[in-house]
T-cell receptor
Framework: DGGITQSPKYLFRKEGQNVTLSCEQNLNHDAMYWYRQDPGQGLRLIYYSQIVNDFQKGDIAEGYSVSREKKESFPLTVTSAQKNPTAFYLC?????????????FGDGTRLSIL | EDQVTQSPEALRLQEGESSSLNCSYTVSGLRGLFWYRQDPGKGPEFLFTLYSAGEEKEKERLKATLTKKESFLHITAPKPEDSATYLCAVWAGGYSTLTFGKGTMLLVSP
């Protein structure tokens, strides 16, 4: 079955540590997205990528970094500069950023601070 | 700036008690409005896309409608398994990204 796989499901970060969240899709979608979800805040866009080797900052990119070296993979690194990283992180993909098809989501990674 | 406001924030229904969730939006040139369902600890699951005022979509006990200012998600005779958070998002087309509302948390009691 085609879909989006996020790993790990739970992740713990120590102070001063960078951690990387994995997102893999086998839907052959060009566009991929990372969102952060906090209670009562809704989904906030961190980074998105329209195509391989290209990505843009979203609304809350500070303290995060991404890469898009392969079409199916869009890893997110939460750096030590992100002072409040505890949240639920969601990865999504879409056929093409310009088309009206909906985004599809993975099942998320919950990041907590040790 | 595109904005989406969902109401109520939370809704508690008895099984079989029909109701509606609201999604009000301001966007310059709506090209699509999306409804998602999200279960606790899971990613959002796509339900409907609406494109123009007057459009309606149905799936089981759910029916989504769209006007020029808002969308409604009508839930007819809900069951406990309909309990979830329902998210609404708008898209202005082109290279723009989706703008999400904060969601409505629905709890259906048996």
């Amino acid at each position: 079955d085609g879909g989006i796989t996020q790993s790990p499901k739970y992740l713990f970060r120590k102070e001063g540590q960078n951690v990387t969240l994995s997102c893999e899709q086998n839907l052959n979608h060009d566009a991929m997205y990372w969102y952060r979800q906090d209670p009562g805040q809704g989904l906030r866009l961190i980074y998105y990528s329209q195509i391989v080797n290209d990505f843009q900052k979203g609304d809350i990119a500070e303290g995060y970094s991404v890469s898009r070296e392969k079409k199916e993979s869009f890893p997110l690194t939460v750096t030590s500069a992100q002072k409040n990283p505890t949240a639920f992180y969601l990865c999504a993909s879409r056929v093409d950023i310009r088309l009206h098809q909906p985004q599809h989501f993975g099942d998320g990674t919950r990041l907590s601070i040790l | 700036e595109d904005q989406v406001t969902q109401s109520p924030e939370a809704l508690r229904l008895q099984e079989g008690e029909s109701s509606s969730l609201n999604c009000s939006y301001t966007v310059s040139g709506l090209r699509g409005l999306f409804w998602y369902r999200q279960d606790p600890g899971k990613g959002p699951e796509f339900l409907f896309t609406l494109y123009s005022a007057g459009e309606e979509k149905e799936k089981e006990r759910l029916k989504a409608t769209l006007t020029k200012k808002e969308s409604f998600l009508h839930i007819t005779a809900p069951k406990p398994e309909d309990s979830a958070t329902y998210l609404c998002a708008v898209w202005a087309g082109g290279y723009s990204t989706l703008t999400f509302g904060k969601g409505t948390m629905l709890l259906v009691s048996p």
